[in-house]
């Protein structure tokens, strides 16, 4: 059997790690891209880092179609920015070109509730051409699975209450930017709070037109949501500013932020369900101080109560792990834009990549692309409609 062969789109931080997991996973990295192009041409190694040579160079992102139409490639990683907005291109071009994405975009995590017309497109091309589109990451497993496995050990729900914080540091200017991070408080006001401060019909407008600019939290309601079988009623979102206390030198943003300016934001989200079922969520992300690190907290209401803190978690490390596992069930998984909330639970990959993608009698339908160990990503039903062929390997 063949390994895994991935390309990775965008060879900035979280690159080191998700193309030296790959290596270490017994995938092969068969090509690289970026738009920096001090960048370009340079080995793959020097980003992964320890003096290894693998001769793989970094090519120019706009060569990204060219390659995936000459060469055999059974993934694309991107990571890049956070929006699917900025990530139009790369996506389409997958889905145009039949390669398998997988991104750490926060928003491609659930983008049918905040830019469904980017998502139907998307979908509908990677569907035509038979190939998976997806989003993962840290959030796939502590705002999400984990959550979902904890709602299975309770009885009755009344509240979901989460919150997750993170340094903008450790991912790069496009993230930081997006949190506000720099900005005075006056500008964070106008260019960041000043978009949730609108009616429910005006949000509505904005997300239909694919202009909405979503939190974290909005894409992991919305999936926890769908993953726990819940109908939104109504959604809404706060964005407050975190102010540094003290001067804060950025070295992602090449400034010093001064005391009395954003580190970056706080951002609430609120859902509302039919069932009666709140969702109360909340991630911070800003640049730190050296008092502060990354906490996730999760709080269940209901009977019983159940509350998880994990802190410290090595936040960036644990996003590559999680896309990087996931590559096997983004290879059989049905084609289109699907969301990780119809795949298994992430589960450790102890052996090399490849080894995960054989057949399993999971349904009857023999066209079913959906077959990976002893589990089955969705039910049956889920299965009728499935274009994609069954896993290359």
């Given at each position: 059997m063949e390994k895994i062969k991935v390309v990775q789109y965008g060879c900035g931080k979280m690159?080191?790690?998700?193309?030296?997991?790959?290596?270490?996973?017994?995938?092969?990295?068969?090509?690289?891209f970026d738009i920096d192009q001090s960048k370009i041409g340079k080995d793959i190694g020097t980003i992964i880092g320890g003096g290894k040579t693998y001769r793989v160079k970094i090519r120019d992102a706009k060569e990204l179609e060219n390659f995936l139409n000459t060469n055999d490639v059974d993934a694309v990683i991107v990571t890049t920015m956070s929006l699917v907005s900025d990530l139009t291109d790369v996506l389409l071009t997958c889905a145009k070109c039949g390669v398998n994405a997988i991104t750490t975009c926060e928003e491609a995590f659930f983008p049918q509730n905040s830019n469904p017309k980017l998502f139907k497109k998307i979908d509908q091309l990677a569907q035509e051409n038979g190939c998976t589109i997806c989003g993962s990451g840290y959030q796939d497993v502590f705002w999400g699975n984990l959550i979902s496995v904890l709602a299975g050990a309770t009885?009755?729900?009344t509240k979901i209450r989460g919150k997750s914080s993170y340094n903008?540091?450790?991912?790069?200017i496009a993230l930081a930017r997006v949190h506000g991070a720099g900005l005075t408080p006056e500008q964070f006001d106008k260019e960041v709070a000043s978009v949730d401060r609108i009616s429910?019909?005006?949000r509505k407008k904005m997300i239909l037109s694919g202009k909405y600019a979503p939190s974290y939290m909005w894409n992991v309601n919305g999936w926890l949501c769908s993953k726990l079988g819940l109908t939104v009623k109504s959604q809404t979102q706060k964005c407050v500013p975190q102010i540094a206390k003290k001067n804060?030198?950025?070295?992602t943003l090449g400034m010093t932020i001064p005391k009395g300016a954003c580190t970056g934001m706080s951002a609430v989200v609120t859902t509302t369900t039919k069932e009666g079922i709140v969702l109360e969520t909340e991630c911070i992300g800003k640049v730190y101080d050296n008092t502060e690190f990354d906490c996730n907290d999760w709080t269940i209401e209901g009977e019983p109560n159940t509350r998880v803190v994990i802190e410290r978690p090595a936040t960036v490390e644990l996003t590559c792990a999680t896309i990087v596992n996931r590559l096997p069930e983004l290879l059989v998984a049905p084609a289109g834009y699907f969301t990780?909330?119809?795949?298994?639970?992430?589960?450790?990959?102890?052996?090399?990549?490849?080894?995960?993608?054989?057949?399993d009698e999971c349904c009857d339908d023999e066209e079913c692309g959906c077959h990976h160990d002893e589990h089955c990503c969705q039910g049956e039903e889920k299965h009728k409609d499935d274009k994609k062929a069954k896993a290359k390997k």
């Open positions: 690159s080191k790690y998700t193309m030296r997991y790959c290596f270490e996973k017994g995938a092969k990295i068969v090509g690289a009885h009755k729900i903008v540091e450790d991912y790069g429910d019909a005006e804060l030198k950025s070295t990780t909330e119809y795949m298994p639970e992430n589960f450790y990959k102890q052996e090399s990549l490849e080894k995960y993608l054989f057949v």
